[in-house]
T-cell receptor, first 117, second 120 residues
Framework: EAGVAQSPRYKIIEKRQSVAFWCNPI?????LYWYQQILGQGPKLLIQ????????DSQLPKDRFSAERLKGVDSTLKIQPAKLEDSAVYLC?????FGWGTDYEQYFGPGTRLTVT | AQKITQTQPGMFVQEKEAVTLDCTYD???????LFWYKQPSSGEMIFLIY??????QNATEGRYSLNFQKARKSANLVISASQLGDSAMYFC?????????????????FGQGTILTVHP
């Protein structure tokens, strides 16, 4: 079974530029998560999708970040314009749903490392 | 207040020895789940072990066990017989709002992590 795919793996941009990250979850997984992991910290949830609907985006900086999951499969996370503090690893995860115990374990992709200069 | 606290920025252990990584949590929910993940230098988060708040026995998965002390709100990870490949960052995480037979949104709140280095 193929895992969660993300691209690009690395991206360097200047501040005020825009950038987009792509995630392809495990086939059949209805729930998709985007996490931001700043160096030296644990991941922080930015947005959660259930199929193509948003379940939680309470920690997404909506003035500059946007995300979509068209057709309930692939997802794109965009930052426009980027700031220096957006430098981080962006992790995508998917699960078959959400609920009790490990029935809905989250599987993580390799992440995209963003550097904003 | 921090929901998940990992007080050990770094830990060192000799190969084949056991090591305990500390995790304390803060929640007012009665139903919650606690997770440990391993993050090697490649960056991917690897699920290790899960403990539900209503589980009476401590969880075990191979060389990993979770020392769950509910009253103290601690969920320490114990790795027995450490191997060189165990060198990585380890994260404790919590999922709140779980209900047996119900649903939770699945959101994980992570601690700051502990870097484990295994010496030969």
């Amino acid at each position: 079974e193929a895992g969660v795919a993300q691209s690009p793996r690395y991206k360097i941009i200047e501040k005020r530029q825009s950038v987009a990250f792509w995630c392809n979850p495990i086939s059949g997984h209805a729930t998709l998560y985007w996490y931001q992991q700043i160096l030296g910290q644990g991941p922080k949830l930015l947005i959660q999708f259930q199929n193509n609907g948003v379940v939680d985006d309470s920690q997404l900086p909506k003035d500059r970040f946007s995300a979509e999951r068209l057709k309930g499969v692939d997802s794109t996370l965009k930052i426009q314009p980027a700031k220096l503090e957006d430098s981080a690893v962006y992790l995508c995860a998917s699960s078959s749903g959400f609920g009790w115990g490990t029935d809905y374990e989250q599987y993580f992709g390799p992440g995209t490392r963003l550097t904003v200069t | 207040a921090q929901k998940i606290t990992q007080t050990q920025p770094g830990m060192f252990v000799q190969e084949k020895e056991a090591v305990t990584l500390d995790c304390t949590y803060d929640t007012s929910d009665q139903s919650y789940g606690l997770f440990w993940y391993k993050q090697p230098s490649s960056g991917e988060m690897i699920f290790l072990i899960y403990q539900g708040s209503y589980d009476e026995q401590n969880a075990t998965e191979g060389r990993y066990s979770l020392n769950f002390q509910k009253a103290r709100k601690s969920a320490n990870l114990v790795i027995s017989a450490s191997q060189l490949g165990d060198s990585a960052m380890y994260f404790c995480a919590m999922r709140e709002g779980e209900n047996a037979g119900g649903t939770s949104y699945g959101k994980l709140t992570f601690g700051q992590g502990t870097i484990l280095t295994v010496h030969p």
